[in-house]
């Protein structure tokens, strides 16, 4: 479970920082400060269905895309990517970006969070993509939902009622911990 002030670190050495929990904001929001090194990608293409994202830019570019239609946003900037929007974000540049990100409200980003970094230091999530099981794992047992982008919601849904029971037989969790 990480704390305020934990700091992650992934296999490219980006950074997330925990500046704010939901456990001191009451489940309000979750806000990090990420350190983004030069070309990596972020998750593929995705949408949250209870909550929104709010990205402030400290130093560098991000790039965007919501609804495939790609955007910068620079330093001092800030955007907000409202919930139910298919998005991703990363950095195409040369340079670091580091910003702030919010996620309000919470529900369960945190160890959310905490997996996909543990997935992408053991390897397990390429390309910005956990393979599909894992994925359905998340959209069955996750209090906020993420859908990936290719299926529909009520697609998802429907696969992911039958397949995640089989997923955990499997070993697949719906959270990894460092």
């Not at 293409?45 to 570019?61: A, M, Q, T, V, W």
């Not at 992408?120 to 047992?141: E, H, R």
Request: charged fraction near 20%; aromatic fraction near 12%; proline fraction near 3%.
């Amino acid at each position: 479970m990480v704390k305020k002030g934990t700091i992650l670190k992934d296999r490219y050495n980006n950074t997330f920082e925990f500046v704010e929990v939901s456990t001191e904001t009451n489940g309000h929001h979750t806000k990090l400060k990420v350190c983004l090194q030069p070309n990596q990608m972020a998750l593929a293409c995705h949408c949250h269905e209870k909550s929104d994202e709010i990205y402030e830019i400290l130093e560098g570019e991000l790039t965007y895309e919501v609804n495939h239609k790609k955007m910068i946003v620079s330093s001092g900037e800030t955007i907000i990517l409202p919930r139910a929007q298919a998005h991703r974000h990363y950095n195409e540049s040369d340079k670091p970006v580091v910003m702030y990100y919010t996620i309000t409200p919470s529900y369960d980003i945190e160890p959310l969070i905490e997996t996909m970094i543990t997935m992408w230091q053991n390897g397990k999530i390429k390309n910005g993509n956990a393979n599909f099981l894992q994925s359905m794992v998340w959209v069955n047992y996750m209090e906020s939902k993420i859908y990936f982008e290719g299926l529909s919601q009520k697609t998802q849904n429907f696969l992911a009622h039958i397949l995640a029971p089989i997923a955990s037989i499997f070993g697949y969790k719906k959270f990894y911990h460092n």
